[in-house]
């Protein structure tokens, strides 16, 4: 893989090798937040939407390189060593671009020293202009040249979403993409870092972030909890030293901002914390530091402003990183910080924070340490009113904002190092400033709940549309400019929905021309003079609202866009009229086309829906371990899956319930893997869908050459068609009648109308294809689960009148005896001593074996020598019982396991007679489970 980078400059690498994240990604990051932030209409909202599918599509074409193969490759090798193989490719990676990384970084500090020195002469000649412009040159080949894990990953999310959006695998992917987000999973757990909000696109990659959330639960248990800590501050703030002193973590943003974002890593607690801290993991949310030079000009506040809202909603803790007590950056950091807050309560969540102030000379000396943290509360108060005014808040105080403990939730932090590296001892002091910190954050982690895996996905999620939906709240640098902005907008949704009334007027009258069959003496002339009349008002208004306006000044920035907006809607609209213009009438065959068509949809549906279940019930029996072989098979993992749950209710439906105990269990299966959706079900529908298509198209086709080889009419053609239909849909000629068809003599009009229309009533069917729908519109037999329930369960349920298991015999009915390989203890079914509360323990191929034991039959007081059961007839008398001592060591398990919750359950004991042997205490649920594989 090494070698393969050594082919191309450090620059193009990325370009070479990871095309999936590059300006495709980009394209359609922004069109995502032009279509949450702009305030768009129905026509743009489609174009938008159209726009970002070409992208994907687009995306989706790209070639993998073979640098990303090898490594998804390695990655699904199952090799015990794949943690060394990240380990080494990451130090490999890092010892490939830090020399060239180094030598731009040196260039970009003197450029930027250079402009910093012409901004603050206040210099205004084409010399800065060229200093700025070769900065952002150096600055792009930073990023260009800046390659590592955090990149590799970021394109094999890239790859999943493109993939994902069409719904269809890569033919040069070596896995299926739905594998993908798994490594990503197994990565996290392993403690590498994965990358949460790419910094480059500004952007949160959703559908992959879920992904990995969601295989990251399959793996952990859904249950698992995390407690999520995020921690801001500016660059070179001490921030990823505290993180690697605290947690171990090696942090994944690189010297010199090469990598932009946030990153998301999993910390493991210890069993003895988990009590207290009320988590299983932390989860360590570390986002790009702020303020970064190379982000300076007009749109670094705006991206450090989405960043630290993002970061900050999204944990349970934040810590606040400033470096000493510098008064302009504390002052900065903290303006961005208050903003976040005060969006945050907007939403209704309610995160804490710490401060931490790092590189401290002197933090022994209590009476500064009370007058540093005065001093920070009267800055946060005053920055929480000036914040508030640009966000619509009454807030005063940060207390309104979020809950704060000056005194506890400030940490001052000693230096590092006790003097000058590299030669410097570690800070003693520094340790103890840990570990105070530490201390902090599980105080802070066992006020809280945390989060399980799934409402972490969904929160994110949630989140993050939350910001995307906040209509330019990241742009505007006061409330003046929002409170403008938005009566900008209810004026122009008065235009719009004024310029909507007229055209649907107009198109009314033409519509009712068109039905008086007098439409052909419509000129276009006339439309236009209606138009113009129209449209000249709303003009003047618009015109004067911008120039009049009190606001004038502000408005003046948005006049041309919304004027270029409110024209392509004219546009729009115009071409609407002039299309109901020059539509003519329908001919007779494109008319009977059309209604064949409609007539066609709900027998296709039925078809669709019907093939897809079978198709999905096959491909269920293949993957699905539990459904894969014969009854057995499927006993073994009822069983085993009810050993896992420990749940004695599940228990004793399954002895006492058995069929309905399957029927739940294959239902549950069928439900799992159907979750899947997308992957699982859709791709069947729509190759059905295609395939059935092509069936109709070539059935109208056959049916035109047989007419006209026949010298036929249109009721040859359609019996024809018809019976070339006739084993696929549930459609005949009697579904047709009534429908006026005589004058029908073009056929291939109507074959050609037929292969028109009848795509959109495919994509009809298609969109409407869903979760909630695919249950519902079947008949209930032929749902997918029904249809195994019915594979499975066409058999024999009698239950053995002893033990209550059930025969195993595959025929419902069958001739013979009934018999099971294994039976049970008679105590699980409730069988106890007579006149006395003891169940038994024996099962009933050893009581059989007993020449002295005897029981009673049901309703009768007549003892029957166990030997000889079958003397007792009625159901007795049909069960083949071999006496026999092999007992299945599961139900000795059980019986131990649930013995308290069986005594319970039919009062009586395991006593006396009814003792519980002792050997049957040392079985493990371990080996219950493996006496299943044995013997089943």
């Not at 390189?65 to 060394?84: A, D, P, T």
């Not at 401290?360 to 914040?387: F, P, V």
């Not at 006396?912 to 299943?932: C, F, H, M, Q, V």
Request: hydrophobic fraction near 35%; charged fraction near 30%.
């Amino acid at each position: 893989m090494i070698s393969l980078l050594k082919e191309k400059k450090l620059t193009e690498i990325k370009e070479s090798f990871l095309p999936h994240q590059g300006k495709l990604w980009h394209q359609w990051s922004q069109k995502n937040k032009e279509l949450h932030r702009l305030q768009v209409d129905e026509i743009q909202l489609r174009q938008i939407t159209s726009e970002m599918r070409n992208i994907c599509e687009q995306q989706h074409e790209s070639e993998i390189s073979g640098f990303i193969n090898l490594f998804i490759q390695e990655m699904n090798s199952n090799n015990k060593h794949v943690i060394f193989f990240l380990n080494w490719l990451r130090i490999f990676l890092d010892e490939h671009t830090s020399k060239d990384i180094t030598i731009l970084q040196h260039m970009y500090n003197e450029k930027w020293s250079k402009v910093k020195k012409l901004k603050e002469s206040h210099d205004k000649s084409d010399q800065l202009k060229a200093e700025e412009t070769e900065l952002e040159r150096i600055s792009e080949d930073l990023q260009a040249a800046a390659f590592s894990l955090e990149h590799i990953m970021r394109e094999i999310g890239q790859i999943y979403e493109s993939c994902s959006s069409v719904k269809e695998n890569k033919k040069d992917l070596p896995v299926h993409f739905s594998s993908l987000p798994s490594l990503a999973a197994e990565m996290m757990i392993s403690g590498f870092p994965l990358e949460l909000m790419d910094g480059d696109a500004a952007h949160v990659p959703l559908v992959w972030i879920s992904a990995v959330l969601d295989d990251l639960a399959q793996k952990l248990g859904d249950q698992t909890r995390v407690f999520v800590l995020s921690v801001l501050g500016i660059q070179s703030s001490g921030k990823s030293t505290m993180l690697n002193a605290m947690f171990g973590l090696q942090s994944a943003v690189s010297a010199g901002r090469c990598t932009r974002g946030a990153f998301m890593q999993l910390v493991k607690v210890s069993e003895e914390m988990k009590t207290q801290m009320k988590c299983d993991y932390i989860l360590v949310v570390d986002p790009e530091g702020l303020r970064a030079p190379e982000l300076a000009g007009k749109s670094t506040r705006d991206h450090d402003n989405e960043l630290a809202t993002f970061v900050v909603g999204l944990a349970n803790l934040t810590l606040i990183n400033i470096f000493k007590e510098n008064p302009s950056e504390m002052q900065d950091v903290l303006q961005i910080v208050v903003q976040a807050f005060i969006k945050i309560k907007k939403v209704r969540l309610k995160p804490s924070c710490v401060f931490v102030h790092q590189n401290m000379s002197d933090i022994t000396a209590g009476e500064k340490n009370m007058q540093g943290r005065r001093l920070l509360q009267k800055t946060l108060d005053e920055i929480t009113k000036n914040a508030a005014k640009n966000e619509d808040s009454d807030a005063k105080r940060f207390s309104d904002v979020i809950r704060f403990d000056v005194q506890n939730d400030v940490k001052y932090f000693a230096q590092l190092w006790e003097g000058s590296p590299p030669m410097a001892p570690p800070n003693p002091n520094y340790s103890e400033n840990i570990q105070e910190l530490k201390e902090t954050i599980i105080s802070h982690a066992s006020k809280s709940q945390g989060m399980r895996l799934t409402d972490l996905k969904d929160h994110i999620v949630h989140l993050w549309k939350a910001l995307l939906n906040e209509k330019f709240v990241f742009s505007f640098r006061n409330s003046l400019e929002t409170l403008a902005y938005k009566k900008l907008n209810i004026e122009y949704r008065k235009w719009s929905s004024s310029l909507h009334s007229t055209m649907m007027e107009i198109e009314n009258k033409l519509h009712n021309k068109k039905e008086n069959k007098v439409i052909n003496e419509v000129e276009k002339t006339d439309i236009q003079g209606e138009l113009n009349e129209a449209t000249e008002e709303l003009e003047k208004s618009m015109f004067g609202f911008f120039e009049k306006d009190k606001y004038a000044d502000i408005l003046i920035q948005w006049k041309t866009s919304f004027e270029t907006k409110f024209n392509e809607e004219i546009l729009e609209e115009t071409k609407k009229l002039n299309n109901i213009l020059h539509q003519h009438r329908s001919t007779s065959a494109a008319t009977f086309a059309k209604i064949i068509c409609q007539k066609l949809k709900e027998p296709i549906e039925l078809n669709i829906y019907r093939k897809t279940s079978r198709d999905l019930a096959d491909e269920i029996r293949s993957n699905c371990e539990s459904l894969n072989g014969n009854r057995t098979n499927l006993e073994k993992h009822i069983l085993k899956t009810l050993a896992e749950e420990e749940d004695f209710d599940k228990y004793m439906n399954y002895i006492e319930n058995p069929r309905n105990h399957y029927k739940s269990f294959i239902r549950d299966e069928v439900s799992r893997y159907s979750d899947k959706f997308s992957i699982s079900v859709l791709p069947k529908m729509k190759e059905n869908i295609k395939l059935l298509q092509q069936k109709i198209m070539n059935a109208a086709h056959q049916s035109t050459e047989h007419v006209q080889v026949n010298s036929g009419d249109v009721g040859l053609w359609l019996k024809s068609f018809t019976q070339q239909l006739s084993d696929q849909l549930i459609f005949s000629e009697k579904d047709l009648s009534g429908v006026k068809r005589d004058d029908v003599d073009d056929f291939r009009l109507l074959e050609d109308v037929i292969r028109q229309e009848l795509p959109a009533v495919m994509s009809d069917i298609s969109r409407r294809f869903n979760t909630d729908t695919f249950p519902v519109k079947l008949d209930y037999k032929f749902r997918p689960d029904e249809l195994l329930i019915d594979h499975f369960c066409q058999c024999c349920w009698v239950q053995c009148p002893f033990c209550g298991v059930t025969c195993t015999n595959t025929i419902e009915n069958h001739v013979g005896d009934h018999s099971v390989p294994f039976h049970r203890s008679i105590g699980v079914y409730g069988v106890h001593y007579r006149d006395a509360s003891n169940l038994s323990t024996y099962t009933c191929t050893s009581a059989s074996a007993n020449s002295n034991l005897f029981f009673y039959p049901i309703d009768s007081d007549e003892k029957v020598l166990w030997k000889e059961y079958r003397r007792a007839g009625g159901v007795y008398a049909c069960w083949s019982i071999t006496p026999d001592l092999s007992e299945l060591p599961y139900w000795k398990w059980f019986v131990c396991r649930f013995k308290n919750n069986l005594e319970i359950y039919y009062r009586k004991t395991f006593e006396g007679g009814g003792e519980i042997p002792d050997k049957w205490g040392k079985y493990l649920k371990r080996d219950a489970t493996e006496s299943l594989h044995k013997y089943m």
